[in-house]
């Protein structure tokens, strides 16, 4: 009986790391809270050079955003297409607030941002 105990507890364990892991580290660093713009051609393109010399360009933006409570955030970020982000879009953007940065946008069409996000970038 108490092999049965001790070999249920440590499978209770071996299937709760994987859970804890992903609270613990995943969550905190790669997730985070959305925030709602409008882009226009408000980008600022930048031409670099890669490490065989070649140009490429890089397109930044840098737009109030605004959350599903309408509370404004500026955030900065890039296209990451290798042209800018296609004008006159709504974007739905995760930012996390631990790495200060934007993890990830997408564009959502005008009815799926929240009503007090939009409130305030129509204004």
Do not use: C, H
Not at 59 to 65: E, F, G, T
Not at 67 to 77: A, I, M, S, Y
Request: proline share 6%; charged share 30%; hydrophobic share 30%.
């Amino acid at each position: 009986m108490g092999k049965r105990i001790w070999a249920g507890i440590i499978v209770v364990i071996i299937l709760l790391i994987p859970l804890i892991g992903y609270e613990f580290w995943y969550v905190p660093n790669y997730t985070g809270d959305d925030y709602y713009t409008y882009v226009g051609d408000s980008y600022k393109e930048i031409i670099e050079k890669d490490d065989s010399g070649n140009d490429y360009r890089e397109y930044y933006y840098n737009q109030p955003s605004y959350d599903k409570n309408g509370n404004e955030k500026l955030l900065k970020f890039d296209s990451a297409l290798g042209r800018p982000i296609k004008p006159n879009n709504y974007l739905k953007i995760t930012y996390n607030t631990r790495r200060q940065r934007v993890m990830s946008w997408e564009k959502v069409p005008k009815d799926q941002v929240p009503r007090k996000s939009l409130e305030q970038i129509l204004k």
